[in-house]
RNA sequence: GGCGGUAUCGUCUAGGGGACUAGGACACGGCCCUCUCAAGGCUGGAACACGGGUUCGAAUCCCGUUACCGCUACCA
């Protein structure tokens, strides 16, 4: 059983982004500590220094950090950890659980080309094992290479795995394995059960491609004289068409989703759904929630697809959801990214930002939408979306009417809100006898006011634009309008 | 090939022998609300891979088959 301080770990090899795949298998590690008053810990895995970078390193690091995956302790790098990996191979050779293997790379490609030529399947035949002591101590100082090889005894391997039950495998399926090659360094099997023994790690989650590796870490724990601790394997995420997620399905780094607008917490959320269940029908999440709910017991089996489609209602919901601070917060950057601004001048119309915001987010899934849709408020000039002119202003001399109409009984107004602008609209339209006809008024004015067909309601377009620049866009308006005249067809 | 894993609507899932004419959510269609677009409400179509058992009774348990996925390196 677990021990009551649990301590868990996400360990990913740092050869290129943070895959959304990982960034779920390190969210249930973190839940898991969190729920259960635990540890979560990081560690990079960057033994292969061909593969690993530091630009990766860092983008894994932010990407956790975007998602407020926060980590207990210092980062370990494996690569830091060498001369106790090397110091545990030395254990096993001396405690007889592993031996020298004197077989070169092209001696056992060959062999291994031969088997499957026969259509056999290759295992390594244990010919090291079989020299006697004086023959290994001769090649050991005549200076030949070795590998050390891990001896699996007879027998079986089970564990009981937290989301699949008990898994077992015959021993006679897993050859002597490789623990440290000729030139000194761990194969993975071992660099991993070394350092999760340092580390006290006590709940091994992990994508399910490692469960064909946890026998022969069983066995490295058992020859380490280890205590095994509780492996979990997560299931993998697949793209669309059910195939393991790749670049060819988009988007696969958590950091393309922030650049796309989505909420960290939405994603959270997103990813939480996508392998686990709270029951009771309960879908929309607060970090704190899914904390709390968080159960193993709930944790797929199976394999899940990445539906773009809910996250980005997921997304929409957790709009709803989060503060108006938060959400200047989050969309700042791109707010200023698009141009409205500086960050400060932004800021400096914070009451201003947040209203306007709160108008949008309703109608909006994305960050990105969002911004897209504040072109009209933020702007000074804005575009007129010809689809939209064309449709709504095709009646010039309604059109006309309704522009200078409302120029007419907008001006004297004495207070600018929503209840003096709809009563003004309201004898408008009375005026011009469409009190049974809103959408012949209105649309036109949308038009005129922002450029476009849609936008929030009529009254807070008028609010948020205030007075003076709501005005300006319908004297603009008018003056295309005769600009644009003479075009009868 | 060998070994291991998985199998409920298109997708995410509820379900853990009778409460199942299988529930919810996304997506899709319809209706309502409505100045547009959203949001919201209501509503429709849509699934237990197949075959055998066990049982009075199986989506639920067992065994096969099939399909898909993973591993099978001196990669991680």
Same mark, same amino acid.
């Given at each position: 059983m677990a021990p009551s301080v649990p301590r868990l770990r996400f360990a990913p090899s740092p050869t290129g982004y943070l895959h959304v795949g990982g960034a779920r298998t390190a969210l249930f590690n973190w839940l898991y500590a969190r729920k259960f008053g635990g540890q979560?810990?990081?560690?990079?895995?960057? +033994? !292969? *220094?061909?593969?690993?970078?530091?630009?990766?390193?860092?983008?894994? @690091?932010?990407?956790?950090? /975007?998602?407020?995956?926060?980590?207990?302790?210092? $980062?370990?790098?494996?690569?830091?950890? #060498?001369?106790?990996?090397?110091?545990?191979?030395?254990?096993?050779?001396?405690?007889?659980?592993?031996?020298?293997?004197f077989c070169t790379q092209e001696e056992l490609a060959q062999r291994r080309a031969a088997a499957e030529a026969a259509g056999a399947a290759f295992k390594y035949d244990r010919r090291c094992d079989r020299l006697d002591r004086v023959e290994?101590?001769?090649?050991?100082?005549?200076?030949?290479? @070795?590998?050390?090889? @891990?001896?699996?005894?007879?027998?079986?391997t089970s564990w009981d795995d937290l989301v699949h039950g008990t898994i077992a495998f015959l021993n006679k399926d897993i050859?002597?394995?490789? $623990? =440290?090659?000729?030139?000194?360094?761990?194969?993975?099997?071992?660099?991993? $059960?070394? !350092?999760?023994?340092?580390m006290a790690i006590t709940?091994?989650?992990?994508? !399910?491609?490692?469960?064909?590796? +946890?026998?022969?870490?069983?066995?490295l724990y058992r020859a380490l004289g280890a205590e095994l601790p509780v492996f979990?394997?997560?299931?993998?995420?697949?793209?669309? !068409?059910? *195939?393991?997620?790749?670049?060819?399905?988009?988007?696969?780094?958590?950091?393309?989703?922030?650049?796309? &607008?989505i909420l960290p917490s939405a994603m959270m959320n997103f990813l939480a759904l996508l392998g686990w269940a709270p &029951?009771?029908?309960?879908?929309?999440?607060?970090?704190?929630?899914m904390i709390e709910l968080f159960d193993p017991s709930g944790l797929q089996k199976r394999a899940a697809i990445f539906d773009l489609? *809910? #996250?980005? /209602?997921?997304?929409?919901?957790?709009?709803?959801?989060?503060?108006?601070?938060?959400?200047?917060?989050?969309?700042?950057?791109?707010?200023?990214?698009?141009?409205?601004?500086?960050?400060?001048?932004?800021?400096?119309?914070?009451? /201003?930002?947040?209203?306007?915001?709160?108008?949008? *987010?309703?109608?909006?899934r994305t960050i990105d939408e969002i911004v897209w849709q504040a072109a009209p408020y933020f702007n000074e000039q804005i575009e007129l979306d010809a689809e939209a002119v064309r449709k709504q202003w095709?009646?010039?001399?309604?059109?006309?009417?309704?522009?200078?109409?409302?120029?007419?009984?907008?001006? %004297? #107004?004495?207070? /600018?809100? =929503?209840?003096?602008?709809?009563?003004?609209?309201?004898?408008?339209?009375?005026?011009?006898?469409?009190?049974?006809? %809103?959408?012949?008024?209105?649309? %036109?004015?949308?038009?005129?006011? +922002? &450029?476009r067909a849609v936008s929030p309601g009529i009254f807070e377009v008028l609010v948020v634009l205030g007075r003076k620049r709501a005005q300006q866009r319908l004297e603009a308006a008018l003056l295309r309008l005769r600009q644009d005249e003479p075009t009868p067809d």
């Open positions: 979560f810990l990081l560690r990079v895995e960057d +033994t !292969d *220094k061909a593969r690993s970078t530091e630009e990766s390193t860092r983008a894994i @690091f932010e990407g956790l950090q /975007w998602l407020g995956l926060e980590w207990d302790e210092p $980062v370990v790098h494996q690569g830091a950890n #060498l001369e106790r990996h090397r110091a545990d191979a030395q254990r096993m050779l001396a405690n007889g659980t592993a031996y020298r293997c290994v101590e001769r090649r050991v100082a005549a200076g030949m290479p @070795f590998t050390v090889r @891990f001896r699996v005894p007879e027998g079986s050859e002597d394995f490789i $623990v =440290l090659r000729t030139d000194g360094t761990p194969i993975y099997n071992l660099a991993v $059960v070394s !350092d999760d023994i340092a709940v091994v989650m992990r994508g !399910d491609d490692h469960i064909s590796n +946890t026998p022969k870490q069983i066995q979990a394997h997560l299931p993998m995420i697949h793209g669309m !068409d059910g *195939k393991k997620l790749s670049k060819r399905h988009g988007a696969t780094a958590v950091g393309d989703y922030q650049h796309l &607008g &029951g009771n029908d309960i879908e929309v999440m607060s970090r704190e929630q489609k *809910k #996250l980005e /209602w997921m997304n929409g919901q957790h709009l709803a959801l989060i503060s108006p601070d938060e959400l200047l917060q989050r969309a700042l950057p791109a707010l200023v990214a698009a141009g409205y601004g500086s960050a400060e001048e932004i800021m400096a119309r914070r009451e /201003w930002v947040f209203s306007l915001l709160e108008l949008l *987010k309703v109608r909006s095709k009646d010039r001399a309604l059109t006309e009417a309704i522009l200078r109409g409302a120029l007419e009984v907008l001006s %004297p #107004l004495t207070e /600018w809100n =929503l209840t003096s602008t709809e009563a003004a609209l309201n004898q408008l339209a009375a005026r011009l006898d469409l009190v049974e006809k %809103p959408g012949k008024l209105y649309q %036109p004015l949308r038009v005129a006011l +922002t &450029g």
